[in-house]
């Protein structure tokens, strides 16, 4: 059973269907007993850094994410704002972060060499795979994703970066270590190629 | 680099696609689930609902589609046609749209932009506008007016100034559709386009004209869209979607090259 984490943002749905679709047996829950019994565990969504942290506080479901789940070694899938949350902190509301993984999440720069940069990116960019990880099996390097997003995490360790795009700068797309793996483009909305590394997720 | 989107644009009435020649005699072209799931797997980015009854007692009917596409396709789709409130849009999205498209409604009550943004993001918040060349005149400094109940009322509004105005408002994207060349297969207005375009800086999306991807061509390339509405060039299966991309990539055009399926 695949956890999906309801911490009262949109979006949820969609996951559960990609899962469905892809023959995997999914929970939409805010229950802490119920994530920890998941064999799986994904946070996907879109919001803001600030209202998705103090939902999962209120929730008291950041400790047990970050305790219970990521330093357990659970696999673990972060999708979008999903991937920023695990940093430290985030520029979006200057607010404090899960701190899973050491960095932290910056606003794309509003011009690139003078000329100007537009922020949110909305759309397909392609994905460069900088590390093999089983999650890409069968996903051609430089495939295309769809983004939505304004803010991109750094993480301080390089190492951890498996997917990087370009937007005005180039920028971690997706990262991993261990059981934990997370993607700033949006899985559930990125066609064949996003349900292939949704579905390799499930098999890892 | 975001590559430049194909926006399959499917017109529903109870239920039914239908696509209209000027918003006249609308014909039945097919079932909205199939087809949404057959633009998928040929590869479009991204698809657009517009529930053209509109009217209180389908909009049950809509919602159902809408829940029964998100079951089925895995790119975004944005649903528009007759939403008026945030409850309007918070239907649609929680059924499975990615984006609500806002038209009337938003030049009637432009504060439910900045609402919709508010409450949903402004990712989520298409500003679609309904374009026609009515000539220059003060109040109309461009010539472009904005036109809406479906085509029927004129309302003064400038369009250039309505597409900076919605920008500030917080919309996300802007939907530019010319009345004018809407079901002509003439190809896209692309003065009207290319200038909302270098007047913002959100995406814009072209819509209204598209008869052969060299039309897209010279809306992505010419007029500086990031987007592009398609409906009876793809509908009526004279131009499959792979082959309109292939005809871009070649000419220069950035596209996405998977498709839906697995």
Redesign the interface.
């Known amino acids: 059973m695949i956890a999906i984490v309801d911490y009262r943002a ?1 979006n949820l ?2 996951v559960a ?2 899962l ?3 023959g995997h047996r999914c929970v939409i829950t805010d229950r802490a007993d119920q994530i920890c019994a998941a064999d799986r565990v994904i946070l996907p969504g ?3 850094a600030g209202a998705t942290m103090d939902n999962l506080r209120r929730l008291e479901l950041d400790w047990v994410l970050r305790d219970r789940v990521i330093a357990a070694g659970k696999p673990f899938l972060g999708i979008c704002i999903g991937i920023q949350i695990l940093m430290d902190r985030s520029a979006e509301d200057d607010a404090r972060c899960l701190g899973a993984v050491a960095g932290e999440v910056k606003r794309f720069p509003a011009t690139v060499d003078g000329r ?1 940069l ?1 922020v ?7 994905v460069h795979q900088v590390r093999p990880h089983p999650v890409f099996t069968g996903v051609p390097d430089h ?2 994703f ?1 983004f ?1 997003n304004s803010y991109y995490p750094v993480p301080a360790d390089s190492s951890v970066v498996i997917a990087t795009a ?2 005005g700068i180039v920028f971690c797309a997706a990262l991993a270590r261990g059981n934990l793996v997370a993607t700033q483009f ?1 899985l ?9 590394v949704l ?1 390799n997720f499930c098999r890892l | 680099m975001l590559c430049k989107r194909i926006i399959p644009c499917l017109d529903v009435r109870a239920g039914k696609v239908t696509k209209g020649i000027e918003f006249q005699d609308n014909v039945d072209v097919g079932d909205p689930v199939a087809m949404a799931r057959a633009y998928y797997e040929q590869g479009a980015d991204e698809l657009v609902f517009y529930d053209i009854t509109a009217s209180n007692e389908r909009r049950g009917i809509m919602i159902d589609v809408v829940r029964a596409v998100a079951r089925e396709i895995f790119i975004p789709f944005s649903v528009g046609g007759g939403l008026r409130t945030l409850e309007d849009m918070r239907a649609v999205l929680l059924a499975g749209a990615e984006k609500v498209s806002i038209d009337s409604g938003a030049v009637r009550n432009p504060e439910i932009i900045t609402q919709g943004a508010r409450a949903f993001g402004s990712q989520c918040i298409v500003l679609s506008m309904q374009v026609k060349k009515t000539g220059a005149r003060p109040q109309v400094p461009s010539g472009y007016e904005v036109v809406i109940d479906g085509g029927r009322l004129f309302t003064g509004k400038d369009a250039i100034a309505w597409a900076r105005e919605g920008e500030r408002l917080g919309a996300g994207e802007l939907c530019i559709n010319s009345i004018d060349r809407d079901g002509t297969n003439l190809g896209f207005e692309l003065d009207l386009t290319g200038t909302i375009s270098r007047a913002v800086s959100i995406p814009v999306i072209a819509s209204g004209g598209a008869g052969t991807p060299e039309h897209l061509r010279q809306a992505f390339l010419e007029a500086g869209a990031d987007a592009a509405i398609v409906a009876s060039m793809v509908h009526y299966g004279r131009y499959p979607i792979p082959l309109i991309k292939r005809y871009l990539h070649e000419h220069g055009v950035e596209v996405r090259n998977g498709a839906g399926s697995e």
């Open positions: 949109g749905t969609s269907s990609a469905q679709h892809l879109v919001g803001a100007p537009k949110p990116q909305i759309g397909w960019n392609k495939s295309h769809y939505v370009e937007h949006h559930e909305k990125s066609g064949a190629a996003g349900l292939r579905d």
